[in-house]
């Protein structure tokens, strides 16, 4: 047992609630942020003469030189602190004696715990970004080559109206662009600093905190010492965040498995990424498609516990404060994971432009827009779907599609059908001419295709000043 604070305990911690209250298996991930924390604020402590210039660079040094170690595999994260924050000042003292003892001057592990935290988290918010942003790209470059590639659209899950691959595609490019806007959002929202909030009342020394905010990229200290300790809603952000793009991948993740169903055989999942059955051997799963599907779960958890977690705790830190940590970590890194995987059998994926084709024009996707031929043709709407269903009822009896039928047999059943017909509910003109922006016509879709070209031209990610690098580098 190493712990920080034994001078008013006469007894030794109960070895079960020493391990109960340790956190060092696990916020030992946020190893480097702890330390670029600790650096900053022994700069600032040094800039406001708290701590001498010899001290300021010694502490400074020997940070630095723990960090390099541990990132080199030298130096190991013992289990036997309660937690990286001990394990960093113990590893200190031993190095540096009584300079090592002032590291903590005007802090508290709960102001340097919500630091560490927030600077882990908005790294990661980066990361998420970027891979939805190659995500995203996969997409578009889908879209740019199945413009005419004629599919069902469906709703109930069955066949609607002819679409087109690419409109397809278009729906799910809309909601992960909405994904990273949340990203941004939240990341804004985020970008300040607690440091200096000390355990709750800030401290009596002279802080400079927008010095420590600056050096750390944020936009600025937070305002209340009370909430900066205890404010967890930016993780609850962007867990929801997680969890919206999980359901997007659960629901894309369900097309792929039914398309690439024997029934369907709209794709063809490479064989990279899928897998086999043990005992049947003509099966070639689709396994991560539903092993993210199935992971949603995990994600949309870590976000019922942590906002279960928060409710009804009083101001200011509260130890339940240290439950944020395992589940955030573990959503965080199935997120990436399901990203990076999701794009990677997109990318590999095949489409099969006939199956898809032929299926809409056998499910009567074309029914309303022979119904509209009779509207165009001074037929009311609601006659002019009693025959388009009369029309389809007898081609579910001869088992054809509405083009195969002859002139003949459209003539019978309404004689306001001319030889146009046939042009007019071709799969090319049904799709066509749904020209209006955000609908399917080759020509409405390309509109947007060179906007989102443009849009992923931009990166509003660029603007972040490398701080790390201007802490760690001199
Ligand atoms: N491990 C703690 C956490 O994650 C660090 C803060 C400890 N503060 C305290 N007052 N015990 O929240």
């Known amino acids: 047992m190493a712990q920080l604070w034994g001078g008013?305990?006469?007894k030794e911690t109960n070895q079960l609630v020493y391990n109960f209250n340790a956190s060092i298996s696990f916020d030992k991930k946020?190893?480097?942020?702890?330390?670029?924390?600790?650096i900053a604020h022994v700069k600032m402590l040094g800039k406001q003469g708290i701590l001498t210039e010899e001290e300021t660079k010694a502490l400074v040094t020997a940070v630095k030189q723990i960090l390099q170690e541990v990132e080199e595999g030298t130096l190991e994260i013992s289990h036997q602190y309660?937690?990286?924050?001990?394990?960093v000042e113990a590893t200190l003292i031993d190095r540096l004696g009584d300079t090592g003892k002032k590291l903590h001057t005007g802090r508290s592990r709960n102001d340097q715990v919500a630091l560490d935290m927030r600077l882990y988290t908005?790294?990661?918010?980066?990361?998420?970004?970027?891979?939805?942003?190659e995500l995203l790209q996969a997409?578009?470059?889908?879209?740019?080559?199945?413009?005419?590639?004629?599919?069902p659209g469906f709703t109930h899950l069955q066949k609607a109206q002819?679409?087109?691959?690419?409109?397809?595609?278009?729906?799910?490019?809309?909601?992960?662009?909405?994904?990273?806007?949340?990203?941004?959002?939240?990341?804004?929202?985020?970008?300040y600093c607690p440091l200096g909030s000390g355990a709750?009342?800030?401290?009596?020394?002279?802080?400079?905190?927008?010095?420590?905010?600056?050096?750390?990229?944020?936009?600025?200290?937070?305002?209340?010492?009370?909430?900066?300790?205890?404010?967890?809603?930016?993780?609850l952000e962007f867990l929801s965040a997680l969890s919206t793009i999980m359901m997007h991948l659960s629901r894309f993740s369900e097309e792929i498995i039914i398309w690439n169903s024997n029934e369907y055989q709209f794709v063809e999942i490479d064989d990279a990424y899928s897998t086999g059955s043990s005992i049947m051997p003509q099966k070639k799963n689709p396994d991560i498609a539903e092993l993210v599907r199935g992971k949603t779960g995990r994600v949309y958890g870590a976000l019922t516990s942590l906002l279960t977690t928060m409710k009804g705790i009083p101001l200011a830190y509260n130890k339940d404060m240290q439950e944020d940590k395992e589940l955030t970590f573990d959503a965080i890194d199935t997120v990436k994971g399901c990203l990076a995987l999701f794009t990677g059998m997109l990318t590999t994926m095949k489409f099969n432009k006939e199956r898809m084709e032929a299926s809409a024009k056998n499910g009567f996707t074309n029914a309303t827009d022979a119904a509209d031929y009779l509207v165009n043709h001074g037929v009311p709407f609601r006659d002019a779907h009693g025959i388009v269903g009369q029309m389809v009822l007898y081609c579910i009896e001869k088992n054809i599609a509405i083009d195969d039928m002859s002139f003949e047999e459209l003539k019978a059943i309404s004689p306001v059908f001319e030889q146009d017909i046939f042009e007019a509910v071709s799969m090319q003109t049904c799709v066509e001419k749904r020209l209006t922006i955000g609908a399917p016509g080759q020509k409405a879709m390309q509109k947007v295709i060179v906007m989102h070209k443009e849009y992923l031209k931009q990166d509003w990610k660029k603007d972040i000043p490398d701080w790390e690098r201007a802490l760690l580098g001199e």
């Open 30 to 38: 946020f190893y480097r942020q702890d330390m670029e924390g600790s």
């Open 82 to 87: 309660e937690d990286i924050h001990s394990f």
């Open 200 to 235: 709750l009342a800030g401290t009596t020394y002279d802080l400079d905190r927008n010095y420590t905010a600056e050096i750390l990229g944020f936009d600025g200290p937070t305002l209340n010492s009370m909430d900066g300790v205890s404010d967890r809603d930016y993780l």
């Open 139 to 151: 997409i578009l470059t889908i879209m740019d080559h199945h413009v005419d590639t004629f599919m």
């Open 8 to 10: 008013r305990f006469t």
């Open 162 to 191: 002819p679409v087109t691959l690419a409109h397809h595609f278009g729906a799910y490019f809309e909601m992960f662009r909405r994904d990273r806007q949340r990203m941004q959002d939240i990341y804004q929202r985020m970008n």
């Open 122 to 133: 908005r790294q990661e918010v980066l990361e998420t970004d970027s891979l939805l942003e």
